[in-house]
């Protein structure tokens, strides 16, 4: 684990997994609707990251299954953020206060992924990381600082992103943002 956000490598390719993130991204609106759609990412006896346990959540929420097989090694999850055009068809959505919280809070997880249309998120874990913190405090605070910068004229999806930023640099996460598995 890095010892803090600075010390973090500079950049993440996750290239062979973005055929599951692609996968899962084009499952996330069932009949139209939303419905969030992730994955448990673990390290194989291969030395290679696989994504497992893949599984659909509601429109706004996805619940890991992190049962995976002996000689797998929990990593983190990748999950996706859709809005369905009822929900203003935003992408481009960032990790949530929520989403930071239970990285936080779940010591076998170093990394959460999200995907939101071609946009792609990923925090990471260093030693500067809380062991803990209150889910529904942070998950609050976000969606106040979201609202915030909306009100000041900032879209959604451009203020979730900096919302999360905020949040993960108050927290020594290290994060990312990229696209087709390329994240800086
Ligand atoms: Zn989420």
Do not use: C
């Amino acid at each position: 684990m890095p010892v803090d956000s600075g010390h973090s490598p500079k950049s993440f390719e996750i290239l062979a997994l973005q055929k599951d993130f692609d996968s899962a991204w084009s499952r996330s609106f069932p009949g139209g609707k939303s419905q969030e759609q992730g994955y448990v990412l673990v390290w194989g006896p291969d030395g290679n990251l696989h994504a497992v346990n893949g599984g659909s959540g509601t429109t706004g929420t996805f619940t890991p299954n992190f049962n995976v097989e002996s000689g797998y090694t929990i990593y983190g999850m990748f999950h996706t953020h859709s809005y369905s055009v009822a929900e203003g068809g935003y992408t481009g959505v960032s990790l949530s206060g929520a989403d930071i919280a239970n990285l936080i809070n779940d010591s076998r997880r170093q990394i959460s992924v999200v995907q939101s249309g071609s946009l792609q998120f990923l925090m990471l874990k260093t030693e500067a990381t809380p062991l803990s913190v209150n889910r529904s405090a942070m998950n609050n605070s976000e969606n106040a600082a979201i609202s915030n910068f909306v009100s000041g004229g900032m879209n959604f999806s451009e203020a979730s992103r900096v919302a999360a930023v905020n949040t993960a640099r108050q927290n020594g996460l290290a994060y990312y943002e990229g696209s087709n598995g390329v994240f800086i």
